[in-house]
C-alpha cells in the first residue's frame, strides 16, 4: 500500500503490511509501530474470526490497489490516529470498526489535555454530532399490542417526521433554538417535552455545561431550526421492540426490562444538518490551524488543532451545543413517542410506565478522568461509533446503575435485533471505558446499492414478520442487514474481551427507519 508522508512514498506488499499486525489475544491484533509512518503510540483492534477475515481483506485489497480510490482500510485509520499528536494508551478499533472520514467509525483514542501538543479532531467525532441511542419501556405485553399494531405504527409515522429535510412538528424560533443550543435537555424539561426523570439517565444528564451557541454558524442554526423532532435518513430509526432474552435478571430489572415480550421503544438519531454544519465549519478552521501550528498528519482528513488552541476551544463549544441539540432531538421525539402511545392505548404516558432506560451517545469528544500507568490523567476521549460504557461504582452514572454498571445501547439493522449491554471495569482500563455501537457496515452505502436488489431484502424482511413502507429504495439496499456486520457477532466479541457485558436481547417489532414507517407481522 502507498503511505503517503512529506513526499515520500513506501510500498509494502500484503504480506509485509500483515508483519506489523500481531494477534495478542484469541480476540485483539496490535499494530505495531511502523505500519504507518510516526505512530506515537500502539493501535490495537478487537475481532472475532468472522470480523478478523472482513479487517484483513479490506487491507488485501487495498493493498493490491495501490491504495487507489475509496476510504482507506480500518486498520491504517486505526493507525494513522495512533500518530496523531498527543494520543495516549492506544488507538482503539472497536469490532464493529470500518472504514470512515479521517477516523474509522468505531475507533476511540484519548489524548493528554495536559499536554499542549494533545489535539482534537472533528473525524474523531463524526458528521453527525452526538449520534445515539435512546432506550423507553412500556409496561404492556407484545400480545396487547399486536391488535392495534397497525394503528400505532400509523400513529408513530404520524407524530415523528422523518426523511432527509423533514420539518419538525414542535414549534420553535430562533431564540427557542438558541436556548435549546444552550440548555439542551433542560430545555426539554422546562417547556414541558420531557420528564425530570429522564435528565438522570442520560449521558452528562443531557447537557453539555461548555455549549457556546456563538460558535455555532447561522448557516449551521439554519439548517437545524425546522428539524427539531425529526428523525433524519440514513440508519435513524424508531422502532418498537419486544424482549427477546434475558441473560442477567439482576441488572434486567434494575432498568425495568424483565420480562420476556415486554414491549420497549428505541430511538436512534443524531444533530442532524446543524452537527453537519459544525463539523463541515470546523474543519476548515482547522487546516488554517494546521499550517499555522506546523501539526503533520498522515491523512489530510484528520484535520485538527491543539485542544488549547481558539480553533481547538471553539470546536469543543460548537460540539457541546450540537451534542445539546441532538438531545433536545431525542426528548421531542420521547414526547411524540409517549404521545402516539397514550392515544394508541386511550391512556397516560406515565400510566405505560414510558420511562428512559438510558441514553448513550456514540459520536462524541469528552473530557474524562482515566488513570494511566498508575497516575491519574485529564483526557479527551473521541469516540466515534463507539459507545461509553463506565463500570459500576463510577461517579458519573445514575444512582439506580451504580451496581449493575452503566447501560449501554446497541442498535442492530433494520430487521435484526438489539442490545443492552453494561460497562466493566476490564473496558475501563483496556477502552477508556468505551464498547461497540452497533453492527458496523460490511458494505458501504454505494456498495449496498449495487450488490443488492431492494425486493430481494424487503422479501427477506417480510419473511421475519416485517414489512416495510418505503418512500426511496435506495434506503432499503443501503440499510438492509446484508450491509452490516452481525450485531450478534460483534456484541459477542465485546463481551470476549470483557469490554461490556450482555444483559438483554431485544426483537424488532415494529420499523420506522429514516424514509420510511413500517409494519411487522
Known sequence: S????????????????????????????????GFVPNMKVEGIFYVNDFLEKLMFE?????????????FLPGVKQIANVAALPGIVGKSVGLPDVHSGYGFAIGNMAAFDMGD??????????GFDINCGVRLLRTNLDERAVHPIKEQLAQSLFDHIPVGVGSKGVIPMNAKDLEEALEMGMDWSLREGYAWAEDKEHCEENGRMLQADISKVSQRAKKRGLPQLGTLGAGNHYAEIQVVDEIFDKHAATKMGLDRIGQVCVMIHSGSRGLGHQVATDALVEMEKAMKRDRIEVNDRQLACAHITSVEGQNYLKGMAAAANYAWVNRSSMTFLTRQAFAKAFKTTPDDLDMHVIYDVSHNIAKVEEHILDGKQHTLLVHRKGSTRAFPPHHPLIPVDYQLTGQPVLIGGTMGTCSYVLTGTSTGFQETFGSTCHGAGRALSRAKARRNL????????????GISIRVASPKLVMEEAPESYKNVTE????????????????????????????GISK
Open 58 to 70: 479490506e487491507l488485501k485489497h487495498h493493498s493490491a490497489s495501490q491504495g487507489v480510490g475509496g
Open 116 to 125: 499542549p501538543k494533545a489535539v482534537v479532531s472533528p473525524g474523531g467525532v
Open 490 to 517: 460483534v456484541v459477542n466479541t465485546c463481551e470476549l474481551c470483557s469490554v461490556s457485558i450482555e444483559h438483554i436481547k431485544i426483537l424488532l417489532f415494529v420499523a420506522m427507519p429514516g424514509h420510511a414507517a
Open 453 to 464: 436488489n431492494y425486493e430481494d431484502v424487503l422479501e427477506a424482511l417480510a419473511k421475519k
Open 2 to 33: 502507498n503511505t503517503l508522508t512529506r513526499g515520500v512514498v513506501m510500498s509494502r506488499s500484503y504480506r509485509e503490511e500483515c508483519e506489523y499486525l500481531v494477534k495478542s489475544s484469541p480476540c485483539s491484533y496490535r499494530i505495531k509501530k
